[in-house]
């Protein structure tokens, strides 16, 4: 049975499903795998459960872990004999509320060729956002103008 190799994931919000894909070539088929999710703080266990399934993939249901947390995951397979591998590569994870935007001086409406506005960002675990991009859609969905990535520095 080959090693499983767990891809890098994205920080999330607890309230929201998951999905952690994972690679494993070679070998007979997977048909079942194992997640590990141990709080690095604590190392204590606070998911470890096996799921039935022919995709690369563990979905982990919302509410699992806690916003603000910081984990470390793993991954194990098993094949049609129920041969099970060896533990994947462990990868760091982060969970942190969703963020807010808040928009000042502006409307759903823009009538004139340059339009000047605030936005605010506030996040619960003061998570500093890196970058962020603006974009100006017509009512169809045609995109029309973006700005720059700025990013923290700008």
Same mark, same amino acid.
């Given at each position: 049975?080959?090693?499983?190799?767990?891809?890098?994931?994205?920080?999330?919000?607890?309230?929201?499903?998951?999905?952690?894909?994972?690679?494993?070539?070679?070998?007979?088929? %997977?048909?079942? @795998?194992?997640?590990?999710? +141990?709080? @690095?703080?604590?190392?204590?266990?606070?998911?470890?459960? !096996?799921?039935?399934?022919?995709?690369?993939?563990?979905?982990?249901?919302?509410?699992?872990?806690?916003?603000?947390?910081?984990?470390?995951?793993? *991954?194990?397979?098993?094949?049609? @004999?129920?041969?099970?591998?060896?533990? &994947?590569?462990?990868?760091? %994870?982060?969970?942190?509320?969703?963020?807010?935007? !808040?928009?000042?001086?502006?409307?759903?409406?823009?009538? !004139?060729? &340059?339009?000047?506005?605030?936005?605010?960002?506030?996040?619960?675990?003061?998570?500093?956002?890196?970058?962020?991009?603006?974009?100006?859609?017509?009512?169809?969905?045609?995109? *029309?103008?973006?700005?720059? +990535?700025?990013?923290?520095? &700008?």
């Amino acid at each position: 049975m080959t090693t499983p190799i767990l891809l890098q994931h994205i920080a999330f919000d607890k309230t929201i499903e998951t999905t952690f894909p994972f690679n494993s070539v070679g070998g007979n088929q %997977v048909v079942k @795998n194992r997640l590990q999710i +141990v709080n @690095n703080s604590t190392l204590a266990i606070v998911y470890d459960s !096996t799921q039935t399934t022919f995709a690369l993939t563990h979905i982990l249901p919302a509410s699992t872990l806690t916003n603000g947390g910081f984990y470390s995951a793993k *991954i194990k397979t098993y094949d049609i @004999n129920n041969v099970e591998s060896e533990w &994947s590569n462990g990868i760091l %994870v982060r969970c942190f509320t969703t963020p807010s935007f !808040t928009f000042n001086n502006i409307t759903p409406t823009i009538n !004139t060729s &340059s339009k000047l506005f605030e936005v605010a960002y506030a996040q619960i675990q003061n998570e500093p956002i890196s970058q962020s991009q603006f974009m100006l859609y017509v009512a169809n969905g045609i995109l *029309i103008q973006q700005c720059e +990535v700025l990013y923290k520095s &700008s």
